[in-house]
């Protein structure tokens, strides 16, 4: 049943370019996003006048992914929350708002309620779903669903990736229907899309090893900071979160900008950094930032593209995923953020798909 790996984690990891294809192939119509089949038009989109995503967890993860993505190109302000601060919040939703639910099985009792909420206060509500005929699936007023396949592993690997996938599709599609980007320019990044399950069969072939690596060195570490600006910071709250699943280290995301206003004071020799640093206009500040955790002695790895050559002042490890289309990156970039998590899991011999404490669907709050 796990097809030959040791573990879901790594099985599911390795579907990852499958299940992209699944979701976004059926999506796309003479070369532009299609989500009317989802109940999705371009009229409709031209209505919302501001966006909310509300999930839990890695599925909020992918919100903020969502958030970066769909305000670059849409310029539609976007807000992301965690649902079980949403629901208790009384939250500024109403009418002309659209309101998306981002969850993978789709019964998160937070979730759930936080749609139930936005619905009572007359926001349209569009849900992200993996599993089918889920109370969350069954209740919104659009849907789209994920096609992951069953995710097994308790920490979401594929199904964050096809989360994004969609986030994608529709930012396109809504950036479109906005006015924001020409039919030119959205087919052209839904051709990229296009292109990602190839580019993350690619990376997964190339830095398997120097991500295993990684993770024996990270094997006593008790806490770890991850760094990134942009994007790239988006990603690494989801590389953290994935490291402290299954690995039981803590670790943080920081913006990278944010370190000098308070948390680098904890770095020494023992604390060591993930930088991400794959977004072009902003990797010079990203790496003045690497190179001075790096001078107060922190053990750094480097995620960047295939470009970028850095040397000893900068990173101990390097790792370095395929060049690509940089909006797209994320896609490419949490492969090593999920690999270093799963080595170094397997290195401390924890069980990986099944951690301490955590249930696979949050069905109570
Ligand atoms: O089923 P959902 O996507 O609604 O679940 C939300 C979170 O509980 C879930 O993403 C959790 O954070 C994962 N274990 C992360 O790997």
Not at 57 to 74: D, S
Not at 191 to 205: F, H, Q, R
Not at 358 to 363: E, G, I, Q, R
């Amino acid at each position: 049943e796990k097809g030959g790996y040791p573990h879901f984690m790594i099985k599911e990891i390795h579907e990852q370019p499958d299940s992209i294809k699944r979701t976004i192939i059926p999506r796309i119509v003479n070369g532009m996003p299609d989500l009317s089949e989802c109940g999705i038009t371009v009229e409709k989109l031209r209505e919302f006048k501001n966006i909310h995503i509300v999930a839990c967890g890695t599925a909020m993860h992918a919100g903020m992914v969502g958030k970066y993505v769909i305000e670059q190109l849409a310029r539609v302000p976007v807000n992301v929350d965690i649902a079980s601060e949403f629901r208790y919040r009384n939250p500024l939703v109403g009418e002309g708002d659209l309101v998306i639910i981002i969850s993978q099985s789709g019964e998160t009792a937070d979730s759930k309620a936080a749609m139930a909420l936005a619905k009572e206060y007359g926001a349209k509500t569009l849900a992200i779903v993996n599993a089918k005929g889920s109370s969350i699936a069954r209740e919104a007023d659009m849907l789209i669903y994920t096609h992951a396949g069953p995710e097994i592993a308790v920490a979401s690997t594929k199904a964050y990736m096809v989360q994004i996938a969609v986030m994608y599709l529709f930012a396109f599609q809504f950036a479109f229907a906005k006015g924001k980007i020409t039919e030119e320019e959205c087919k052209s990044l839904v051709s990229s899309l296009l292109e990602v399950p190839d580019k993350v069969k690619e990376t997964l072939d190339k830095i398997m090893d120097d991500c295993q690596y990684v993770g024996s060195t990270l094997i006593n570490a008790d806490s770890l900071l991850y760094i990134g600006r942009g994007l790239d910071y988006a990603l690494s709250m989801e590389g953290s979160l994935k490291l402290k699943e299954i690995s039981y280290i803590h670790s943080e995301s920081y913006a990278a900008g944010e370190l000098k206003h308070g948390t680098i004071s904890l770095i020494t020799k023992d604390m060591p950094v993930i930088a991400v640093a794959t977004q072009n206009q902003l990797l010079e500040k990203t790496i003045s930032n690497v190179k001075e955790v790096k001078a107060r002695g922190a053990y750094v790895i480097l995620i960047c593209d295939e470009d970028n050559t850095f040397g000893e002042d900068v990173a101990d490890q390097i790792i370095q995923v395929p060049k690509f289309r940089e909006e797209l990156m994320p896609m490419l970039a949490i492969v090593p953020l999920q690999l270093i998590a799963y080595y170094t899991a397997l290195s401390r011999g924890n069980d990986i798909d099944k951690p301490r404490n955590l249930a696979k669907s949050v069905t109570v709050e």
